[in-house]
């Protein structure tokens, strides 16, 4: 599994776009890159998935270069509610362990 | 969306008594199951892969006759703490994967053990 290296916190306020860089220089081939959303007390609920260039959902953005060595989960526009960590996982969809790593607590502020 | 379920949501026990908890798909099946644990401010620990049919394999340093993982259908995988002691007070947290491959999480149990 391909460690990754992301911030250990960020804060933000109500209304801006928060982007969390994940660093996975060891990404391998078959490798997907998968984020998380946790609150506190709460399992993790996938926020967004992608392989390269950029995925777009509901909630999210996932920007991915093209060599693939660096993600980047855009939230726009958050709000009080977005509080929470982000968790950033890269690993084959056919392989299903996950390995977490420490996190993203992203705080937004009013 | 895919819905997974854990019972119960949290759980005091005595030191030395066992403490069962359940994970459950509810709207679908799931032939493999994790269980993570979770401290305060730590991130997700995987403990042991569950697969349906099977015996569980368990990650590095997780003892498998202190973590009873039975995964009797395609819908409930159960997690039984033997002999619980107040350092497995933690958190927690089972995943179902579907269809998709994606995993969905449950909304974990808080055990603590005085």
């Known amino acids: 599994l391909a460690k990754t290296t992301q911030p250990i916190s960020m804060d933000s306020y109500e209304g801006q776009e928060v982007n969390i860089t994940c660093s996975h220089n060891?990404?391998?081939?078959?490798?997907?890159i998968t984020w998380y959303q946790q609150f506190p007390s709460q399992g993790p609920r996938f926020i967004i998935q992608g392989y390269k260039t950029k995925v777009t959902n509901e909630v999210a953005s996932l920007f991915i270069p093209a060599d693939r060595k660096s993600s980047t989960l855009s939230l726009p526009r958050v709000s009080l509610s977005d509080t929470a960590v982000y968790y950033c996982?890269?690993?084959?969809?056919?392989?299903?362990?996950?390995?977490f790593g420490a996190g993203t607590t992203v705080t937004v502020r009013a | 969306g895919a819905v997974v379920s854990q019972h119960p949501s949290w759980v005091i026990c005595k030191s030395g008594t066992s403490v069962k908890i359940e994970c459950r798909s509810l709207?679908?099946?799931?032939?493999?199951m994790f269980w993570y644990r979770q401290f305060p401010k730590q991130s997700l620990m995987l403990m042991a892969t569950s697969n349906e049919g099977s015996k569980a394999t368990y990650e590095q340093g997780v003892e498998k006759d202190k973590f009873l993982i039975n995964h009797a259908s395609l819908t409930l995988s159960t997690l039984t703490v033997t002999s619980a002691h107040p350092e497995d007070s933690s958190f927690y947290i089972c995943?179902?994967?579907?269809?998709?491959?994606?995993?969905?999480f449950g909304p974990g149990t808080r055990l603590t053990v005085t």
């Open positions: 709207d679908f099946q799931a032939t493999t």
């Open positions: 995943s179902a994967v579907g269809r998709n491959y994606e995993q969905y």
């Open positions: 060891n990404i391998a081939t078959n490798d997907y």
């Open positions: 996982l890269v690993g084959d969809p056919n392989d299903y362990k996950l390995s």
